[in-house]
Protein backbone atom coordinates (compact mmCIF):
# COMPACT_ATOMS: atom_id res chain seq x y z
CA UNK A 1 0.00 0.00 0.00
CA UNK A 2 0.98 3.59 -0.17
CA UNK A 3 2.02 5.53 2.32
CA UNK A 4 2.89 8.62 0.47
CA UNK A 5 0.09 9.87 -0.21
CA UNK A 6 -1.32 8.32 2.54
CA UNK A 7 -5.37 7.57 2.86
CA UNK A 8 -5.43 10.76 5.58
CA UNK A 9 -3.63 12.62 2.31
CA UNK A 10 -5.83 11.52 -0.02
CA UNK A 11 -9.12 12.56 1.78
CA UNK A 12 -7.32 15.91 3.00
CA UNK A 13 -7.10 16.50 -1.06
CA UNK A 14 -10.69 15.71 -1.73
CA UNK A 15 -11.27 18.35 1.28
CA UNK A 16 -9.23 21.04 -0.19
CA UNK A 17 -10.46 20.50 -3.48
CA UNK A 18 -14.44 20.52 -2.42
CA UNK A 19 -13.08 24.09 -0.65
CA UNK A 20 -11.14 25.35 -4.01
CA UNK A 21 -13.21 23.69 -6.92
CA UNK A 22 -16.75 23.40 -5.77
CA UNK A 23 -17.48 25.38 -3.30
CA UNK A 24 -17.11 28.83 -5.02
CA UNK A 25 -19.35 27.67 -8.09
CA UNK A 26 -22.36 27.33 -5.68
CA UNK A 27 -24.91 29.32 -5.82
CA UNK A 28 -27.15 27.52 -3.34
CA UNK A 29 -27.08 28.10 0.24
CA UNK A 30 -28.56 24.61 0.77
CA UNK A 31 -25.86 22.70 -1.57
CA UNK A 32 -22.63 24.73 0.05
CA UNK A 33 -24.18 23.59 3.86
CA UNK A 34 -24.28 19.86 2.58
CA UNK A 35 -20.62 20.10 0.82
CA UNK A 36 -19.21 22.03 4.49
CA UNK A 37 -21.33 18.46 6.65
CA UNK A 38 -19.51 16.53 3.41
CA UNK A 39 -15.91 18.17 5.04
CA UNK A 40 -16.73 17.65 7.83
CA UNK A 41 -17.64 13.89 7.58
CA UNK A 42 -14.68 13.42 5.50
CA UNK A 43 -12.49 15.06 8.59
CA UNK A 44 -14.29 12.48 10.68
CA UNK A 45 -12.54 9.92 8.41
CA UNK A 46 -9.04 11.34 8.50
CA UNK A 47 -9.40 11.34 12.33
CA UNK A 48 -10.74 7.66 12.23
CA UNK A 49 -7.89 6.64 9.84
CA UNK A 50 -4.72 5.88 12.10
CA UNK A 51 -6.51 4.91 15.33
CA UNK A 52 -9.69 2.49 13.50
CA UNK A 53 -7.32 -1.05 13.95
CA UNK A 54 -5.94 -0.20 17.21
CA UNK A 55 -9.13 0.69 18.36
CA UNK A 56 -10.85 -2.92 16.97
CA UNK A 57 -7.96 -4.55 18.30
CA UNK A 58 -8.44 -3.05 21.67
CA UNK A 59 -11.89 -3.76 21.98
CA UNK A 60 -12.26 -6.92 20.55
CA UNK A 61 -9.25 -8.17 23.66
CA UNK A 62 -11.66 -6.59 25.90
CA UNK A 63 -14.69 -8.30 24.50
CA UNK A 64 -13.22 -11.56 24.58
CA UNK A 65 -12.40 -10.52 28.33
CA UNK A 66 -15.72 -9.70 28.56
CA UNK A 67 -17.41 -13.00 27.54
CA UNK A 68 -14.63 -15.37 29.55
CA UNK A 69 -15.62 -13.42 32.66
CA UNK A 70 -19.49 -13.33 32.00
CA UNK A 71 -19.18 -16.96 31.31
CA UNK A 72 -17.46 -17.20 35.13
CA UNK A 73 -20.06 -15.21 37.26
CA UNK A 74 -23.11 -17.04 35.73
CA UNK A 75 -21.58 -19.90 37.30
CA UNK A 76 -23.64 -22.83 37.71
CA UNK A 77 -26.73 -20.99 36.78
CA UNK A 78 -28.83 -23.42 35.00
CA UNK A 79 -30.89 -23.17 32.24
CA UNK A 80 -30.76 -22.93 28.27
CA UNK A 81 -29.59 -19.13 28.73
CA UNK A 82 -26.97 -20.12 31.11
CA UNK A 83 -25.55 -22.95 28.71
CA UNK A 84 -25.42 -20.44 25.99
CA UNK A 85 -23.52 -17.86 28.07
CA UNK A 86 -20.97 -20.57 29.16
CA UNK A 87 -20.88 -21.44 25.46
CA UNK A 88 -19.87 -18.08 24.07
CA UNK A 89 -17.61 -17.51 27.28
CA UNK A 90 -15.53 -20.93 25.54
CA UNK A 91 -16.13 -19.96 21.89
CA UNK A 92 -15.74 -16.02 21.76
CA UNK A 93 -14.06 -15.87 25.14
CA UNK A 94 -11.29 -18.08 23.83
CA UNK A 95 -10.04 -15.68 20.87
CA UNK A 96 -6.86 -14.93 21.21
CA UNK A 97 -6.06 -11.06 21.68
CA UNK A 98 -4.81 -8.58 18.49
CA UNK A 99 -1.82 -7.18 18.67
CA UNK A 100 -1.53 -4.05 16.36
CA UNK A 101 1.14 -1.67 16.33
CA UNK A 102 0.00 2.38 16.46
CA UNK A 103 -0.20 3.41 12.38
CA UNK A 104 3.02 5.42 12.14
CA UNK A 105 4.97 2.40 13.63
CA UNK A 106 3.84 0.13 10.78
CA UNK A 107 3.86 2.59 8.04
CA UNK A 108 7.28 3.98 8.93
CA UNK A 109 8.18 0.37 8.93
CA UNK A 110 6.54 -0.49 5.39
CA UNK A 111 8.46 2.26 3.88
CA UNK A 112 11.53 0.84 5.01
CA UNK A 113 10.94 -2.10 3.43
CA UNK A 114 9.84 -0.87 0.41
CA UNK A 115 12.67 1.08 -0.15
CA UNK A 116 14.71 -1.41 0.38
CA UNK A 117 13.30 -3.16 -2.31
CA UNK A 118 13.91 -0.09 -4.56
CA UNK A 119 17.51 0.06 -3.48
CA UNK A 120 18.10 -4.02 -4.23
CA UNK A 121 16.31 -3.56 -7.30
CA UNK A 122 19.38 -1.32 -8.01
CA UNK A 123 21.58 -3.45 -6.88
CA UNK A 124 20.24 -6.05 -8.77
CA UNK A 125 20.03 -4.33 -12.07
CA UNK A 126 24.63 -3.59 -11.57
CA UNK A 127 24.58 -7.43 -10.78
CA UNK A 128 22.99 -8.64 -13.58
CA UNK A 129 24.49 -6.21 -16.20
CA UNK A 130 27.51 -7.62 -14.72
CA UNK A 131 26.60 -10.90 -15.60
CA UNK A 132 25.76 -12.58 -12.13
CA UNK A 133 22.95 -15.05 -12.76
CA UNK A 134 22.03 -15.35 -9.26
CA UNK A 135 20.94 -12.31 -9.21
CA UNK A 136 18.70 -13.00 -11.96
CA UNK A 137 17.10 -15.69 -9.85
CA UNK A 138 17.22 -12.86 -7.05
CA UNK A 139 15.23 -10.44 -9.22
CA UNK A 140 12.78 -13.56 -10.31
CA UNK A 141 11.67 -13.90 -6.57
CA UNK A 142 11.53 -10.31 -6.11
CA UNK A 143 9.12 -10.29 -8.96
CA UNK A 144 7.20 -13.27 -7.44
CA UNK A 145 6.54 -10.76 -4.53
CA UNK A 146 6.01 -7.54 -6.51
CA UNK A 147 3.46 -8.95 -9.03
CA UNK A 148 0.77 -9.58 -6.49
CA UNK A 149 1.53 -6.22 -4.55
CA UNK A 150 0.94 -4.13 -7.80
CA UNK A 151 -2.30 -6.14 -8.42
CA UNK A 152 -3.17 -5.19 -5.06
CA UNK A 153 -2.49 -1.56 -5.50
CA UNK A 154 -4.07 -1.82 -8.22
CA UNK A 155 -7.44 -3.12 -7.71
CA UNK A 156 -6.97 -0.95 -4.43
CA UNK A 157 -6.37 2.56 -6.40
CA UNK A 158 -8.13 2.87 -9.39
CA UNK A 159 -9.09 6.63 -10.61
CA UNK A 160 -12.19 6.49 -12.52
CA UNK A 161 -12.15 8.34 -16.18
CA UNK A 162 -12.03 11.87 -15.53
CA UNK A 163 -10.58 11.47 -11.95
CA UNK A 164 -6.91 10.77 -12.26
CA UNK A 165 -6.71 14.54 -13.64
CA UNK A 166 -7.36 17.74 -13.23
CA UNK A 167 -8.61 19.18 -16.44
Do not use: H, W
Request: cysteine-free; aromatic content about 2%.
Amino acid sequence: MLTKPSASDLVEAVIVSLSNDVLPNLTSEKAQVVVVMMQGILQTVIQRIPVEQQIMAAEQSQMTAAFRDMAGVIGSATGPEADRIRQRGRDLGSRPDLQVAPYEENAGGYRTLSQGLVDTLDDLDALIRGGNKNAEAALIRMREYLGPRVATEFVTNVAGVGMAGRG
